[in-house]
DNA sequence: CCAACAGTGGACCGATAAGTCCAATTCCCC
DNA sequence: GGGGAATTGGACTTATCGGTCCACTGTTGG
């Protein structure tokens, strides 16, 4: 679990025993499913404690509130999502890679036939103007993904392979952008169709900061030429 | 259920006199503002009463229950976020064209600080699994903001500014999902930044697509380079 | 001018939400 | 193996929500 450094201002929790730290994961897990598919406020105490088989004392025993436990849902999804992409994200260092990072996006989400979009996404839209703690949580979760993304454009830019001007930073952020505004829509749509379409075109947004004599230049992994790749 | 293509299944509506058209105006308007704010779910039918000076019987006397007044709502929001574009929208035939609809975007989101996000994405995020005739209402409506986008590439290509090649209804969806995914940063981060990269990465995209005699390839709008402009 | 109907006010209802409380039970460690 | 803390069960409280109901008022057309 990533520990904000300022040490979180979270009520003193009891100490955990073994037993008390299965159960208390066994909540945090259905509950962030639950408000995955029917959102936070879509999600109550009871569905959560009917879902996992504890008793509301329990879940008062784990979490001050419904509040903290949204905190920890916020939290197990930002792992999940990012552990969901781990190898592609760990070689972002091409552009050929950045197009296997799209295709495990785009991948992931048809799997789940775009049902409740990216759980980071709907928890930021639900949470931001009503719960500033979850707001913070979810913006570093975010923050935290794009630094993956920026990393990988670092490398390929200490390569030769991005242009020097380009700024790893705000191109990780615009891709990060692209990502989420795309599985909105496709969440919007039932179709991965425009989670394609926003990553190739952000992509295609990349391939300007190519440098010229770079062999990727040319879209090597796009054969027929930019942002026309058949949607699967 | 069947549905014809023409009909609308609504209850049957009453008649409607001028003072009451006024009314349910007034309702539907304050109902919007809410859930932008607070989302569906966090307003309540009182909040709407309290925020319109009506009461509880006329609310069911205009909406059969609430997810009848969501689809007012979504209908109103179409027709505002359309209609603040309007005049950018209405002229989009070149890649100027584009960044100055693009700066349109960012001052409408700079103007309430990032509070909200887009009304449409909100509702789009928050109703997708819950609500299948909202959910087709924010589709329809994304379609019809797409559509407004793409009119203005074909324009592009048509003047033989866009090759060839380039399919403006899939620019048009990405471009879209570029803004949606912008703004849903800008509203977690509370700054335009992520919506200004979002989108610079997305027409830098779409630079990929111009024609290779086009005067505009070089960039006259971006003076220091792609993606490079600084932030206001 | 008066009936019929759109429009309005607000009390009321049942369901369900978050959150409280306390007794019972299980576990860990001395 | 016993004591204290961690853990658990579930009834209970209180508040709020969507939704119903009915009496009343304004308006309008014949």
Redo the contacts with the bound molecule.
Sequence with gaps: MIVMPGAADRVPE????????V?RERIVAAAAQLMHEHGVAG?????VRAGTD?????L??YFA???ALVQAVVGRQVQLVVAAQQPELDELDSLAALYRWRDRVVAVNSERACVGGCPLGRLASELAEDDPRARAAVKAGFEQWRERLAAGLRAMRARGELVGGADPDRLALAVLGAAQGGLLLAQTARSVAPLEAALDLALDGIRVHLSPGSAAVAGRHVPAGPSSRPGE
């Design positions: 009891p100490a955990l025993t073994a037993r008390g730290r159960t999600t109550s105490l009871d569905d504890t008793s509301k004392s329990q008062y025993h509130d419904k509040s």
